[in-house]
């Protein structure tokens, strides 16, 4: 007998004015107890519930005896205006994985609550392209997936080889559960895939077979990210290590590799490695057309190319953070998962004064040599170390607040300083202080060339006005 399915209501956060929602007389603080008789499992049910005309909410409303019912009059489609409290309002399915390169088993004590979450949900691949073991997936959800078309879908491979898949997860049901992609990709789901590589585990001959195997029994994936495993010096795991030059070389080489034999065999390259390979190998990005258009852009591949051309003022290629699914959903949250990064744009109170360019030692290798080819002695960057998590961690989506606080003390008043919003959430850094802990103002600029040159030359943000939905991977939570 299946266990009984436990739902929390959704709780309204958010009513938009004149809205629907607003003028049946829903508040922020009332339950949704119903919507037409049905109480959704989460936002995904919720949007295809609020899609409808007319609609009776069954409320609960603090203050109130007993739950009452309003009636929406709205037509089909029409946005409901009602922002709700979750993505899930029943359970999100954590992780039972206990893989030894886990990002989130080496954070440190203090950090927000929200990233010590390790989720392993389809529905959270689907919202915010979070990357699952499908280790919980199950007949059901495999059906639920087909018929909503929830695609695309983002899954952990790390290795085809059921037998060092099930001991990089340490659950003996990742030798089976790749059983799921297959099944997904024969449905017509989109899926990408991400291969966490980590030295003396699943690189060299296994990382071979692993990209052997997606060729051979997964060739409609999407794509394969090859990702190296991050090593905080939290980490417990003595087995676990930063790849040395030699072997971030060879994992460049395998990919590229692999990439011919993908373009012969099914006319793409599908597999790519992460920015951070070359970086660490000390070579020059491959191409920007071998990204194929940048589909993990997101997950640090191709980044540093879209970036360069987008300084360059290649519109077209600077990609930002996309809100995926929820770009398109009505009142769904994206809080705690794909916030909004930094709401508040500060204009540059003096264009005239000395920029401070403030980035991760990643993301000054990258920079260098954009900023020199700006001739501009008054731009200069800060690069800012990651003390507070140590190891390897040199991208600037994990600059955390407590090592800006220390950079920043000995950098001059009067100046510019100009920061990625990469390495914010809601304006919050990942150890919780805000930009306002910082003792210089800072503008925060979004994480792409375009928007970087634009603040450089002292001119406002653009809005990016691009309609299409568009899903993309985290980098810190799930899977890495
Ligand atoms: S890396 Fe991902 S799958 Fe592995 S334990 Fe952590 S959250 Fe779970």
Redesign the pocket.
Known sequence: MSAPRVTTAPKVVAVTESSPADLSGLRPGDELLFLNGRSPRDVIEYSLLVDEPDLDLVVRRRGRADPFTLQVAKEPGEPLGAEVSSAVFDRVRT?D???E?????QLPKGMRRSLSM???DYRLSFLYGN?T?LTRFTEMDLERVLTERLSPLFV?IHATDPDVRADM?RNRRGATSLRWLEALLDGGIEVHGQV?VCPDRNDGAILHDTLAGVLDRYPTLATVACVPLGVSRFSHESAMRPHTEAEAAAVCDTVELWQETFLAAIGRRMVFAADEYYLMAGRPFPPAHTYEGFPQHENGLGMARAFEAAFGGNERAALGVRPGFFAAVDGAPASGYRAVRNGDQVAPSDIEAPIAILTGEYGALVLGPLVDSLDRPDIRLVPVANDYFGGNIGVSGLLTGTDLVEVLSSQPEGHRYLLPDSCLSEGRFLDDLTIADLPRAVEVVATDGLSLRRALEGRPPQINTDPTPERVPVTL????
């Open positions: 992780c994985n206990h893989c390169f886990c990002f989130i088993h390790k989720d392993d990357f073991t952990s997860l966490v939570g799930a899977s890495r």
